[in-house]
């Protein structure tokens, strides 16, 4: 069965950190872009961040750019978004998808163009 499973949500204060995990069960992780997307209560879903099949290119939306960095260890078949300096906004649960390597874009992430999705994992920032 292909399956991503997203972990590492929490409950952190206005300026902490967190490290969101995304890992591959039934396929081959390091054939694909994978991307972060998060949505917030009444809110569409959005992409945050995308990270090509090597890792040398990523894509960041401007609002988590200088604060958030995607990675990934194939080897371990896993990709990771740390997020630091963490704002309230950033309230949300986050997803990982896979996307073929051929559609990964620099300037924008589209949800349909992505497949496999997680379940998500909760992200709260709060005082």
């Known amino acids: 069965q292909v399956q991503l499973v997203e972990s590492g949500g929490a409950l952190v204060q206005p300026g902490g950190s967190l490290r969101l995990s995304c890992v591959a069960s039934?396929?081959?992780?390091?054939?694909?872009?994978i991307g972060w997307f998060r949505q917030a209560p009444g809110k569409e879903r959005e992409g945050v961040s995308s990270i090509s099949t090597t890792g040398a290119s990523a894509y960041y939306r401007d609002s988590v750019k200088g604060r958030f960095t995607i990675s990934r260890d194939n080897a371990k078949n896993t990709v990771y978004l740390q997020m630091d300096s963490l704002k309230p906004e950033d309230t949300a649960v986050y997803y990982c998808a896979a996307q073929s390597p051929h559609m990964f874009r620099h300037d924008v992430m589209f949800p349909d163009d992505f497949g496999s999705w997680g379940q998500g994992t909760q992200v709260t920032v709060s005082s």
């Open positions: 039934g396929f081959s992780l390091d054939v694909y872009v």
